[in-house]
T-cell receptor
Framework: DAGITQSPRHKVTETGTPVTLRCHQT?????MYWYRQDPGHGLRLIHY???????DKGEVSDGYSVSRSKTEDFLLTLESATSSQTSVYFC???????????FGPGTRLTVL | GESVGLHLPTLSVQEGDNSIINCAYSNSASDYFIWYKQESGKGPQFIIDIRSNMDKRQGQRVTVLLNKTVKHLSLQIAATQPGDSAVYFCAENESHGNNRLAFGKGNQVVVIP
């Protein structure tokens, strides 16, 4: 699992509530990513981070924000969850020297 | 919930046979490619990678072939086993430095015992 954990692993919430997903790594990698995965789509990048307090948007960033105050933690927040954000969310990390991304186990989020 | 494998092209292969999974990429500037395996309910797992200065790379029971002329990537799995049943997808990185990958939608492999 490349030293990556995600919490919670499953969550059911209601429309309009805030949700925060956590990604934690023990590898001290610089790059961290949040993706969502939906049937019929490949993995789609939401936000990524290239260092502490350094983040940027991906292709599907609307409705999501992120924060990285420590190297090991990358948080994804849905300020007001909507049903379209029901998905499986994956965190990934990478080492610039290799470009390979390693993924966490995922969080299944259901917004009712 | 729905499986990530739903609606994907499916390859059914007899146990012990070889499997070939294909991937077409669109960006001729891509210089690094990765194959991932994703089992149901789990995160994608790195299998093998290849850089654009190579056309073949071998791992344990897996081989990746890269044809830059037609922008095609393939993954060959030798002596397919039941544990190889999963979704396989390719990823490409068109440049160094920003570490952003573009992912294919994947192919479902079903191994028949």
């Amino acid at each position: 699992d490349a030293g990556i954990t995600q919490s919670p692993r499953h969550k059911v919430t209601e429309t309009g509530t805030p949700v925060t997903l956590r990604c934690h790594q023990t590898e001290n990698h610089r790059y961290m990513y949040w993706y969502r995965q939906d049937p019929g789509h490949g993995l789609r990048l939401i936000h990524y981070s290239y260092g502490v307090k350094d983040t940027d948007k991906g292709e599907v960033s609307d409705g999501y924000s992120v924060s990285r105050s420590k190297t090991e933690d990358f948080l994804l927040t849905l300020e007001s969850a909507t049903s379209s954000q029901t998905s499986v969310y994956f965190c990934a990390i990478s080492e610039p020297a290799t470009d390979t991304q390693y993924f966490g186990p995922g969080t299944r989020l259901t917004v009712l | 919930g729905e499986s990530v494998g739903l609606h994907l092209p499916t390859l059914s292969v007899q146990e012990g046979d070889n499997s070939i999974i294909n991937c077409a990429y669109s960006n001729s500037a891509s210089d690094y490619f990765i194959w991932y395996k994703q089992e149901s309910g789990k995160g994608p797992q790195f299998i093998i990678d290849i850089r654009s200065n190579m056309d073949k790379r071998q791992g344990q029971r897996v081989t990746v072939l890269l044809n830059k002329t037609v922008k095609h990537l393939s993954l060959q799995i030798a002596a397919t086993q039941p544990g190889d049943s999963a979704v396989y997808f390719c990823a490409e990185n068109e440049s160094h430095g920003n570490n952003r990958l573009a992912f294919g939608k994947g192919n479902q492999v079903v191994v028949i015992p």
